[in-house]
């Protein structure tokens, strides 16, 4: 049922009493308000969830929205229901939905906000705002802000809505904005007196807007398909790059037919990962660098050449000029962003894929049996010296030990999902942790930003109904530790794991003055395991793989929101983890 169908009757207390066929009752409008057409708008469109914290002025937008059928999931803390709707996107591809207050909860949302639409996730921040007549004349008004000025630059569109009968229009422009071309975030400001402004129910229902076909197909042109699969064909020792846009695309089969056909080695990012299983006899993961500077033809498909590829160049892709890249991507602004692209391929990916595929026959000429025998050797070498780290059952753990473990739990769960933050439990799980199925490991993304942990974990829980493996750094955790509340709360299969190492890095730097704490370290043998505890779920704390794997495989059957404080060894880690050559160190003593 509609929730225009609520209808606000304006009736005095005589015409109330009166008998309900009295034909000027009968006659009396039926009314709607900014309130209902909002959750109107949303579901019509199908939106079904809304992740957002409440407080002024759309506290009774929430509520209304739960009583009409809308899963409404309350938060601690904006940032953590942003990152929440962000994933929520990528996992669906439907925009996510945060809700949150004006200016400072708009503020704390914008992050999220702006990491979506850095990692290309279709997201809506909806904020209420204060009026437009006393901020523009800037009186003070409670929580002043221009909030759709400071929105704009850090998202792909940003709107406002000022009259009710606008509403349908203006939730129809962020949906079609969020997730057509390469999808984003984007913002819609609805000032408080909107949601109270009354006007007739069928002028109302007449104004929504139904999107329809919001992301349309984009197809390439012919002779860009046929130039890419010209230079393909050419190739010695080609390559193909699996990014995330790969991973949301959602054209999974098309993919793994594109690589089993072609023969092509490729390798995942990391939220590629699982789109074909990390085991498959045609990943050079374990390979990365050979391939990275070895190859002669790399097809980029929804990946970008940012700093997680090294911008395409340098060292790490062998000698200048001996690589041609093929790209394909939505945006054609991407194309030639750091290095030419020999043969752009501008289109959806599920589209470019069946394309290319097309071009695929029994004419293809394969890939060269050298090519494939180089990369397997590097790939045993790195796999064996890798086992020989992991299984080791000791405490205090270190991280190998410890991933070792988690990596049986996700063979022996493969539609579970990973989220992963941190700086060395990141970039050490992305190797140990084997994937099997897509878009089962969320991470760190574009930015490398910590914080995503439980928003990512809480989204992936709601949206899939699947459990939750959560391994967390102990510091990345911290930022949004909070809402293992809010899992207690929706009662979430969602198992947090946190390596805690007594700090950021390492558990193990000194204030030098012997003033304070170093600046990296926590309060030594914290047990975040109380955390879950205090709020009726599962702390559990562990010092050995052999207990670790018991805690989690306990988690994941009975469901129950867990957390385990996994002791990991307070030398253990590296600055920054692998990047840790990003991170400017001192070289010049201060004189005394
Ligand atoms: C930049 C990267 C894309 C690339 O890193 P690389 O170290 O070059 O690659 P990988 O980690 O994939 O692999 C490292 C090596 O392991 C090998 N490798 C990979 N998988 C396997 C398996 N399964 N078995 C054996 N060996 C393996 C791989 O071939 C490489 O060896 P060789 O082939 O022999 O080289 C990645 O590190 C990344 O996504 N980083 C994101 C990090 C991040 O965002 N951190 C935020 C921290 S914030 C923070 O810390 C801060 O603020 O500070």
């Known amino acids: 049922m509609s929730s225009a169908a609520l209808k606000i009757q304006t009736l005095s207390e005589e015409q109330t009493a009166a008998p309900l066929l009295d034909p000027q009752i009968a006659a009396e409008p039926e009314l709607t308000d900014g309130f209902h057409l909002v959750i109107d708008a949303l579901k019509l469109n199908g939106i079904e969830t809304i992740y957002g914290v409440p407080g002024i002025p759309i506290t009774d937008l929430g509520r209304m929205a739960q009583a009409e059928g809308i899963r409404v999931i ?96 203006g939730v129809a422009r962020a949906i079609r904005a969020a997730v057509s071309g390469r999808p984003g975030g984007v913002y ?178 394969g890939v060269p049996a050298e090519w494939t025998s180089t990369i397997n050797a590097k790939k045993d070498a790195n796999i064996a010296k890798m086992e020989a780290k992991l299984g080791k059952n000791a405490a205090p753990m270190d991280f190998h030990g410890a991933l070792g473990a988690l990596r049986e739990v996700i063979k022996e769960r493969p539609d579970a999902i990973l989220v992963n933050e941190g700086a060395n439990t990141l970039d050490l799980a992305r190797g140990v942790i084997n994937m099997y199925q897509p878009r089962k490991r969320l991470d760190v993304g574009t930015w490398g930003v910590m914080g995503i942990g439980m928003g990512f974990a809480i989204a992936a829980a709601v949206e899939t109904g699947k459990p939750v493996l959560a391994v967390e750094g102990d510091s990345a955790f911290g930022f949004s530790g909070m809402e293992v509340e809010t899992i207690c709360r929706y009662n979430l299969p969602v198992c947090i794991v946190i390596f805690n190492n007594n700090g950021i890095y390492r558990g193990t730097d000194t204030d030098p003055t012997g003033r304070d704490p170093g600046t990296t370290v926590f309060v030594p043998g914290a047990r975040y395991d109380k955390m879950m505890e205090a709020f009726g779920g599962v702390g559990v704390n562990v010092t050995t793989p052999d207990e670790l794997k018991r805690a989690v495989d306990a988690a994941m059957d009975s469901g129950k929101p867990t957390l385990i404080n996994a002791e990991i060894d307070p030398e253990a880690g590296s600055e920054s983890g692998n990047i840790g050559s990003l991170n400017p160190q001192s070289v010049v003593k201060k004189k005394k």
């Open 74 to 169: 309350s938060f601690r803390h904006e940032q953590n229901a942003g990152n929440a709707a962000a994933i929520a996107g990528f996992l669906t591809k439907t925009p996510g939905v945060c809700l949150t207050v004006s200016a400072p909860g708009f503020l704390n949302g914008l992050t999220a906000l702006a990491n979506a639409t850095t990692n290309c996730f279709p997201m809506i921040l909806i904020s209420g705002s204060s009026e437009r007549e006393i901020v523009d004349l800037q009186q003070g008004d409670y929580e002043e802000m221009d909030q759709l000025a400071i929105a704009k630059p850090l998202c792909k569109a940003a709107f406002r809505v000022l009259h009710a009968e606008d509403i349908g229009i």
């Open 188 to 365: 819609l400001d609805l000032p408080a007196k909107l949601f109270s402004q009354v006007i007739d129910a069928a002028k109302g229902e007449a104004s929504l807007v139904k999107v329809i076909d919001a992301a349309p197909e984009q197809i390439p042109a012919p002779s860009a398909v046929k130039r890419a699969l010209d230079l393909l064909k050419s190739a010695k020792r080609p390559l193909i790059i699996l990014g995330k846009g790969a991973a949301y695309a959602q054209a999974d089969d098309e993919i793994r037919e594109l690589v089993e056909r072609s023969g092509i080695p490729y390798i995942p990012m990391s939220m590629a990962k699982g789109l074909l299983p990390d085991t498959h006899p045609l990943s050079a993961g374990a390979a990365r660098s050979t391939v990275l500077k070895d190859s002669d033809v790399v097809l980029l498909l929804g990946a970008r050449l940012n700093w997680l590829l090294s911008h395409g160049k340098g060292k790490q892709w062998g000698e200048p000029g001996s690589k041609k890249f093929i790209q394909v991507d939505i945006e054609p602004r991407e194309m030639d962003s750091n290095v030419e692209i020999a043969a752009p391929l501008v289109g959806d990916i599920g589209s470019v894929v069946k394309t290319l595929l097309a071009g695929i026959d029994s004419s293809w000429p």
